[in-house]
């Protein structure tokens, strides 16, 4: 098993972010937060304190570019989460870990490892 991980997740679906956090507790990380807007989100961001992010690119009809931009300022790593029926990423986020929904518990670990990685 990888590292014990202190994780912000941004996902706008409730369910969805709750099926991830029991997933990544399960995997024996931490929630640091779980945001469901892009103005939480960027609060969270600019407050810090966790290790890793993973980011819906799709928020309530906005997109997260602007978090992941804060995030790779301040150094910490994140991975992209897309439910399919989107754009491909900016082109400075394409070498960024890309999780598909629906989440899978063996799909999760890979993603965190590499951001950790890149």
């Not at 892009?38 to 570019?65: R, T, Y």
């Not at 491909?88 to 890979?110: C, G, N, Q």
Request: net charge negative; glycine share 6%.
């Amino acid at each position: 098993m990888s590292a014990s991980r202190s994780i912000l997740i941004v996902e706008d679906e409730p369910l969805i972010a709750m099926m991830l956090e029991d997933f990544l507790e399960s995997l024996g990380h931490s929630i640091s937060a779980t945001c469901d807007s892009l103005d939480a989100a960027m609060a969270e961001a600019d407050k810090g304190g966790f290790d890793l992010a993973i980011l819906d690119v799709n928020l309530k009809g906005e997109n997260v570019w602007p978090v992941a931009s804060r995030l790779r300022e301040q150094g910490i790593p994140f991975v992209i989460a897309s439910g399919g029926h989107v754009d491909p990423p900016p082109p400075e986020f394409a070498s960024v870990p890309l999780i598909e929904k629906p989440y899978t518990v063996d799909r999760v670990t890979p993603a965190i490892n590499a951001a950790f990685a890149g």
